[in-house]
Structure formats: structure tokens, C-alpha cells
Nanobody
């Protein structure tokens, strides 16, 4: 069983920063691409940033220059540094990973349970 567990969400004032982390655990053979998505109330889930296992990154246009995605392959973790936060960044942030479990030997998508980020004064 593969699990993704996020941490680091919370309440922050506009202009503030947060660091989100996501740890993958379980019977994992390979982790391919990892990513962060977010979903605001009443809106569809949207891509925030992606990172390959070779550390190539890609960002949604509205997050470029404010958010930074990184990963530690040895620890099976992906992080998201959120800077210059705005009220419109309020959302549940989800971790995503493409994983080859030892039990399946095929690339499968996995999601974390989400962590709430609230930007408010």
C-alpha cells in the first residue's frame, strides 16, 4: 500500500510564507513525477507545480516566482515553498505522485489527503 501524507499547512497573513511537505511511504519501487495541486472552495482542482525525478520543474503561470517545488528522492519527499501569499492562494493543497509499487509493477497515480492553506489577515 502506497501513501502520501502532506504536512505544513495552516493560517498565514497576506505576504507571508509556508512550506508544505509530502512524504511517500509503503512498498515503492520507483517514484516518477511528483506534483502539487490545489483546490479552492467552489473551484476545480488546479495544477500548482510539477517536478520530475531529475528535478526538472514546471509551474502554473500565477505561481511562478512565488512558489518553489523541490524533492528529495532518497527520502521520497516533495516540498512546496509558498512565498508572498495572497488571499486567493487559500485552498486545500494536494500532493500527487506517479508511483510504481512493488506489488503492481506498473505506474499508478497516488494522491495525498490534502492540507489546508488559509491566507487571511
Amino acid at each position: 500500500q502506497v501513501q502520501l501524507v502532506e504536512s505544513g499547512g495552516g493560517l498565514v497573513q497576506p505576504g507571508g510564507s509556508l512550506r508544505l511537505s509530502c512524504a511517500a511511504s509503503g512498498s515503492i519501487l520507483v517514484i516518477n513525477d511528483m506534483a502539487w495541486y490545489r483546490q479552492a472552495p467552489g473551484k476545480q482542482r488546479e495544477l500548482v507545480a510539477t517536478i520530475t525525478k531529475d528535478h526538472s520543474t514546471n509551474y502554473a503561470d500565477s505561481m511562478k516566482g512565488r512558489f518553489t517545488i523541490s524533492r528529495d528522492n532518497a527520502k521520497k519527499m516533495v516540498n512546496l515553498q509558498l512565498n508572498s501569499l495572497k488571499p486567493e492562494d487559500t485552498a486545500v493543497y494536494y500532493c500527487y505522485a506517479q508511483v510504481v509499487p512493488r506489488t503492481a509493477l506498473e505506474l499508478l497515480p497516488y494522491w495525498g489527503q490534502g492540507t489546508q492553506v488559509t491566507v487571511s489577515s
